[in-house]
């Protein structure tokens, strides 16, 4: 199972980015997938999960209404569009899969830079 996010970069206030989440090795179907984020000194947090056909999503309130979670199961990967970008939303974005059927089977992928400039 691997996972690699991708799409970071340094924006601007009020500004967008999309993350994608590209995965391999393991049947895409059978797993949720969730976004994360790690700022400096603070721990990780939940931002976004989709189930694994796409119908439902959760996100943290903190992105509610600005970032939006997607799936493309025919190429195996995840999407979080984020958009009216704040400072508060710099961190490392982390995706990770979950398996539906063995809920103990977790994988982190790398992360990915996201930086928003005051």
């Known amino acids: 199972v691997q996972l690699q996010a991708s799409g970071g970069g340094l924006v601007q206030t009020g500004g967008s980015l999309r993350l994608s989440c590209a995965t391999s090795g393991f049947a895409f179907d059978d797993y949720a997938i969730g976004w994360f984020r790690q700022a400096p000194g603070k721990e990780r947090e939940f931002v976004a999960a989709?189930?694994?056909?796409?119908?439902?999503?959760h996100y943290a309130r903190s992105v509610e209404g600005r970032f939006t979670i997607s799936r493309v199961n025919g190429k195996n990967e995840v999407y979080l569009q984020m958009n009216n970008l704040s400072p508060d939303d710099t961190a490392v974005y982390y995706c990770?899969?979950?398996?539906?059927?063995?809920?103990?089977?977790?994988?982190w992928g790398q992360g990915t830079q996201v930086t928003v400039s005051s």
């Open positions: 990770r899969a979950t398996n539906i059927y063995k809920g103990d089977e977790v994988t």
């Open positions: 989709i189930n694994w056909s796409g119908s439902r999503t």
